[in-house]
T-cell receptor, first 111, second 120 residues
Framework: AQSVTQLGSHVSVSEGALVLLRCNYSSSVPPYLFWYVQYPNQGLQLLLKYTSAATLVKGINGFEAEFKKSETSFHLTKPSAHMSDAAEYFCAVSVGGDMRFGAGTRLTVKP | GAVVSQHPSWVICKSGTSVKIECRSLDFQATTMFWYRQFPKQSLMLMATSNEGSKATYEQGVEKDKFLINHASLTLSTLTVTSAHPEDSSFYIC????????????????FGPGTRLTVL
């Protein structure tokens, strides 16, 4: 079965600094990959998704992710962090409708 | 588009009572809905997958007699927590997969805002 591993349960950056949240996947077939953001006591909001088109995917709020098959990675980046980016981020892999989530990474943004 | 709602957004109940949570796709038809459970500071764990008009498929370790799922229409699925106990307190999130013509767009799920259940 497919799975994802998010490296780092907690990432802290300064406002204006680069955000890098790591995600590695495991799948025996070409996967669909997603990044979601979750604010406290809210559901998941889709940031971006990889569906086998372009390997560099741009999402909302200035986030982007690059699918690297050779590294089985789908890391999330944002050039300049904003205070409003502080939240929990989940990477997910979906194969045939079966979606599996990573453990999540809590992003803290320091002023 | 692709909005999913949940009701209620939060509920407090006494131990031993049953609680029903509704999940609705507001602007699309969903043949498949998913129910997740999330403990504090943890990831989402899939509880069950429900298909309209058929029985839900439960993940290993999820008691189907305790967590009753009904998917009676293409826009509504319900999760009933029967005889709730404090250990059932959690954040429950549903999602829906849309139908595009005859091809099920399985790989993207649209998530509801979640329901916070507290059992006293």
């Amino acid at each position: 079965a497919q799975s994802v591993t998010q490296l780092g349960s907690h990432v802290s950056v300064s406002e204006g600094a680069l955000v890098l949240l790591r995600c590695n996947y495991s799948s025996s077939v070409p996967p669909y990959l997603f990044w979601y953001v979750q604010y406290p006591n809210q559901g998941l909001q889709l940031l971006l998704k990889y569906t086998s088109a372009a390997t560099l995917v741009k999402g909302i709020n200035g986030f982007e992710a690059e699918f690297k098959k050779s590294e089985t990675s789908f890391h999330l980046t944002k050039p300049s962090a904003h205070m409003s980016d502080a939240a929990e981020y989940f990477c997910a892999v979906s194969v045939g409708g079966d979606m599996r989530f990573g453990a999540g990474t809590r992003l803290t943004v320091k002023p | 588009g692709a909005v999913v709602s949940q009701h209620p957004s939060w509920v407090i109940c006494k131990s031993g009572t049953s609680v029903k949570i509704e999940c609705r796709s507001l602007d699309f038809q969903a043949t498949t809905m998913f129910w997740y459970r999330q403990f504090p500071k943890q990831s989402l764990m899939l509880m069950a997958t429900s298909n309209e008009g058929s029985k839900a498929t439960y993940e290993q370790g999820v008691e189907k007699d305790k967590f009753l799922i009904n998917h009676a229409s293409l826009t509504l699925s319900t999760l009933t927590v029967t005889s709730a106990h404090p250990e059932d307190s959690s954040f429950y999130i549903c999602s829906a997969a849309s139908v595009e013509s005859r091809r099920v767009s399985y790989n993207e799920q649209f998530f509801g805002p979640g329901t916070r259940l507290t059992v006293l």
